[in-house]
Nanobody, 122 residues
Framework: QVQLVESGGGLVQPGESLRLSCVPSGGLKDSYALAWFRQVPGKEREAIACINRHGITKYPNSLKGRSSISRDLSKNMVYLQIYGLQPEDTAVYYC????????????????WGQGTQVTVSS
């Protein structure tokens, strides 16, 4: 079973950038999609970016243009870089894993990390 651990969240000022990290321990299947989501209390979990086994990336939501997902295979890490953070980006950010292709639908992902809080405030 794969366990996901996020890190890199914290308090940042508006306009700053942040890089979140996700470590999928236990290895990855031959076919996988690893995605980043975020959730604000009272709202649905929102897909931000996804990367699959072949390195193909997708950015389904309003963070398109302000986010970048990448991976370092040598370190077994997946990153989410967010630029120009604004107070409305305050949320808990999660990484999630599924076999197959990227999708923006949270129930399609079978493994979730515990989340990392990002707070944007001056």
């Amino acid at each position: 079973q794969v366990q996901l651990v996020e890190s890199g969240g914290g308090l940042v000022q508006p306009g700053e950038s942040l890089r979140l990290s996700c470590v999928p321990s236990g290895g990855l299947k031959d076919s996988y999609a690893l995605a980043w989501f975020r959730q604000v209390p009272g709202k649905e979990r929102e897909a931000i970016a996804c990367i699959n086994r072949h390195g193909i990336t997708k950015y389904p939501n309003s963070l398109k243009g302000r986010s970048s997902i990448s991976r370092d295979l040598s370190k077994n890490m997946v990153y989410l870089q967010i630029y120009g953070l604004q107070p409305e980006d305050t949320a808990v950010y999660y990484c999630a894993l599924r076999g197959g292709v990227c999708t923006r639908t949270p129930p399609a992902y079978v493994e979730w990390g515990q989340g990392t809080q990002v707070t944007v405030s001056s």
